[in-house]
């Protein structure tokens, strides 16, 4: 069975090691986000393990409605399907229920919403998200909820936190039943509950101490880097980490920016994900030790240097600037897919860093050491 090593701890910082059925993963770790059993740009499976990979997150939704859940069940489940053999961490839907906001329609079974392909009606719930990242078979199975938005009025956050509480045991119900079931392809899938209420504390605290109760394998931060400040995200960190047990993994979903991430392992977060890297990267943007830079500007068109000296990854191992840069202004895919590789292991890289100086009793004057060096900036 799955269980999380707590191995050191400085201030909130925890430096763990979470051991799963598809591999152990050290924390804190950021997964790098395939929507749809893929990383946008072009990216293999060997190129995840080459820049040191160590959680590939899919997302239920997508792969619901296309390829369809049944389709990769029949194939051996994600592992199989992508040629992934390290651990998987699916979302339910949740956060759909939110983006899709206007083709849905929420209700206390579940979510009534149209696929954004072609329209037709698909019904969600609890059960069904279960269900179908059971037929995924992931690593990790995040519970079905309902992400509010940061500016919802109180009195609606309330319901609606309810209503996820409600649907997290429903949740941890058909879990247990569908990993008891003989032809279950992932009979140890871990069910991680989400953490939500908006920019309320109060609301937010309550929430966490009522589904700490439930003794699950993992609790995550949901509902954060929707639309708050920086300053109300860290502000909810602060508030809610210490009513979420430090013997469990603590993922913040969605976060963020190499700033968010040092922050948030700062304040007791285990894992990350965000589509930062892999989008900044299609768009011309590399991630640096000196900030963000964008490979688009004339500036580079001449310039043989590799995206950041001493960088380790394919691309910097081998191109130029003006290379990449050449790349992007004709339009051809190897210039994003160069700068996702990039990004990726820059993000990677980084997680190793503070692993290190955690291990080493030193990550706060890491962090601070890391922060000046983000606002130098290299526009």
């Known amino acids: 069975m799955a269980h999380y090593e707590l191995i050191k701890v400085e201030g909130r910082a925890k430096r763990g090691r979470f051991h799963t059925v598809h591999g152990i993963i050290e924390t804190p770790v950021f997964m790098n986000v395939g929507t749809v059993g893929a990383i946008k740009g072009a990216v293999s499976t060997e190129d995840l393990e080459e820049i040191g990979t160590q959680v590939e997150l899919s997302n239920t939704y997508h792969l ?11 194939l051996g489940g994600l592992h199989k399907f992508m040629s992934w053999n390290r651990p998987i961490l699916t979302d339910s839907g949740g956060f759909q229920v939110f983006s899709l906001a206007g083709l849905r329609k929420i209700k206390e079974e579940g979510v009534y919403f149209q696929s954004h392909i072609d329209g037709h009606r698909i019904f ?14 992931s690593t990790i199975a995040m519970a079905f909820d309902e992400c509010p938005s940061s500016v919802a ?8 936190v309810d209503r996820t509480t409600r649907w997290l045991k429903r949740c941890k119900e058909e879990m247990a039943r569908l990993n008891s079931l003989p032809d279950t392809i992932n009979r140890e899938q871990l069910l991680f509950g989400i953490n939500q209420g908006a920019i309320y504390e109060d609301i937010r605290i309550r929430h966490a101490d009522e589904i700490s109760e439930l003794d699950l394998p993992g609790y995550a931060v949901g509902g954060l880097a929707v639309g708050e400040t920086h300053e109300q995200m860290y502000h909810i960190l602060d508030e809610v980490v210490p009513h979420l047990p430090q013997n469990k993994p603590t993922y913040l979903m969605g976060v963020g920016t190499p ?17 930062y890297p892999s989008r900044n990267g299609r768009h011309g943007h590399a991630y640096t030790n000196h ?10 068109e001449q310039d043989e240097r590799p995206v ?3 960088c380790q990854c394919p691309a910097c191992r081998r191109y130029s600037r003006a290379y990449i ?14 700068l ?4 990726l292991y820059f993000y990677n890289h980084l997680m190793e860093e503070i692993r290190l100086a955690l291990d080493e009793g030193r990550f706060s004057q890491y962090k601070k050491m890391r922060l000046a060096g983000f606002e130098e900036g290299e526009e």
Do not use: T
């Open 64 to 74: 619901h409605v296309r390829p369809g859940d049944k389709i990769v069940r029949s």
């Open 124 to 137: 969600m719930g609890p059960e069904e998200s279960m269900q179908i990242q059971s037929n995924l078979a």
């Open 153 to 160: 009025e109180r009195e609606y956050v309330e319901q609606s």
């Open 259 to 275: 700033a968010n991430i040092l922050e948030g392992v700062d304040r007791g977060v285990d894992f990350f994900d965000c589509v």
């Open 291 to 300: 900030g963000r830079m964008n490979l688009q500007n004339a500036k580079y």
């Open 308 to 310: 950041e000296e001493g």
């Open 325 to 338: 840069r050449h790349l992007l202004k004709a339009k051809e895919m190897l210039g994003m897919r160069l």
């Open 340 to 343: 996702v590789l990039h990004n």
